[in-house]
């Protein structure tokens, strides 16, 4: 069984040379990034750090790879590690901002931020008809970009077109009926199975914004501190807890904590198995392993196939041991690093599918004193949800404002003292912490003068709601 040499390819795509490693090992995951380790004779062509280089496996290509470090042993052995080209996103930094609308428009807004347009958008397995809405901070592009597709439906991976410049980045639906088989009488050399439940959880105890014994539980809304999973049944009580400062209302808690246990309530299953890629000598479909691709596992012990998805593909060694590759297969994908912020991105994605996005801005120019603050009032109508109040201020030459307040509560000035301030945890709220429909008002105190005062709310319509009322 033969592989193709890799190839050294120039900045523009077009071969350099051919590199003959002694060894490689590449490892294809189903969550970007993949990687690959290369060993290459010391005297070999040059090769330097961000050098593309394009790889194969006994199947064809296995896509176009960045050289990240490259270990030098002095007239012996030269180790490159690379990462897929995927990693050229990590280039560039998305500003911070708010983006809706369909997955094809929110993904290419962050393409957009690429420093050199490497790649673009082709298909993208998201209905239209769903919206996205998308807040980062400032922070890397491909951090977001990552982020972004955790948003998206499950069942989704992504797919790469690396024929011609710029690359194509394909988000596509993964299959559930053409999956290859592993039997042990077979292609499969060997099979671990690895039940873990160090992170089992069947009752939550879920805190939101505030300190101490008046932060927000679920107890206004279910009457106790808690949810448990239906899962207790067969796993017992086994319980966690997690706080969220940037959850101010029992609903979006609980919508969380629901979330949190569905991930949560089951053992997380890994199987590792050594295999072989028969299917360039059989030709047979279901002789092969790809990423994403559901693997039927015949095993003697067990009277029912097993059905798991494949996550990653490991080919210990391309050169030597062309055929060989270890499978790994599991039934959840590992989590978030920020698990918590990620589950309530989720959440307002959830809201704004069957809902509309709108932007209101409401103005308004007084004149005050300290005893006599000016009153900016607005609405807030019986929407799906307020994602977001900012409170701007501007005041005349001359004029110092010495206080602000929201729906009375008071707020700091070391919050509002470059005269722009997030107001949503300042607005008055019932017993769940919903948000009250009705009026609201900004006070501003000046020393004495005019202010001109700027909110603006971004809010979530319900499906078939009127035109949004403006104050």
Not at 103 to 115: G, K, T
Not at 117 to 123: A, I, R, V, Y
Not at 216 to 233: F, K, N
Not at 410 to 434: E, I, Q, W
Request: charged share 20%; proline share 5%; hydrophobic share 40%.
């Amino acid at each position: 069984m033969s592989v193709r040499l890799p190839r050294l390819l120039s900045p523009d795509g077009t071969e350099r040379c051919r590199l003959a490693p002694a060894r490689l090992r590449l490892e294809m995951t189903l969550q970007p990034l993949s990687t690959a380790e290369m060993t290459l004779a010391a005297d070999g062509p040059a090769v330097h750090v961000r050098d593309l280089v394009e790889l194969y496996s006994p199947t064809g290509s296995a896509g176009i790879f960045r050289v990240t470090e490259i270990e030098d042993q002095p007239g012996q052995t030269r180790l490159l590690r690379l990462e897929h080209s995927l990693v050229t996103l990590a280039d560039g930094v998305v500003p911070a901002m708010s983006i809706t609308g369909t997955a094809r428009e929110v993904i290419s807004a962050l393409l957009a931020h690429q420093p050199e347009p490497c790649w673009t958008l082709g298909d993208v397995a998201v209905s239209d008809s769903a919206l996205v809405l998308f807040t980062c901070g400032c922070q890397n592009l491909l951090t977001t970009f990552l982020q972004l597709v955790e948003l998206l439906p499950d069942g989704l991976m992504l797919v790469f077109d690396q024929q011609t410049r710029p690359w194509t980045l394909h988000l596509r639906a993964m299959g559930d009926a053409d999956a290859c088989e592993g039997r042990l009488s077979r292609n499969l050399s060997s099979l671990r199975i690895v039940t873990d439940a160090s992170a089992l959880c069947t009752r939550v105890y879920p805190y939101g914004a505030g300190q101490g014994a008046d932060r927000i539980s679920l107890t206004p809304l279910t009457g106790q501190d808690h949810l448990d999973s239906p899962a207790m049944v067969e796993w017992g009580c086994i319980a966690r807890t997690f706080t969220a400062g940037s959850i101010f209302d029992t609903p979006t808690l609980l919508a969380v904590a629901e979330k949190y246990l569905d991930r949560h309530s089951a053992p997380a299953v890994s199987i590792t198995a050594d295999a072989v890629d028969l299917s360039p000598v059989t030709g047979e479909t279901a002789d092969s392993f790809r990423l994403g691709r559901l693997c039927r596992l015949a095993l003697p012990d067990v009277p029912l196939l097993m059905n798991e998805r494949i996550i990653a593909i490991t080919h210990p060694d391309v050169i030597g041991q062309p055929g060989r590759v270890t499978l790994t297969l599991c039934n959840r994908i590992s989590d978030a690093s920020d698990e918590i912020a990620d589950l309530l991105r989720e959440v307002t994605a959830s809201r704004v599918i069957g809902g509309r996005v709108t932007d209101i801005t409401v103005h308004n120019r007084a004149e005050g004193t300290s005893a006599s603050p000016i009153v900016h009032y607005f609405r807030v109508e019986d929407w799906a949800a307020v994602l977001s109040c900012t409170m701007t201020f501007d005041a005349d030459e001359g004029v110092r404002v010495v206080g602000v307040r929201v729906d009375g509560n008071a707020v700091s000035d070391l919050v509002y003292h470059d005269g722009r301030f997030d107001a949503l945890p300042y607005l008055r709220r019932d017993d769940l912490g919903v948000i009250d429909v009705g009026r609201h008002y900004l006070s501003i105190y000046p020393d004495q003068g005019a202010v001109n005062t700027t909110i603006k709310l971004k809010v979530i319509e319900k499906v078939g709601s009127s035109r949004i009322l403006r104050e």
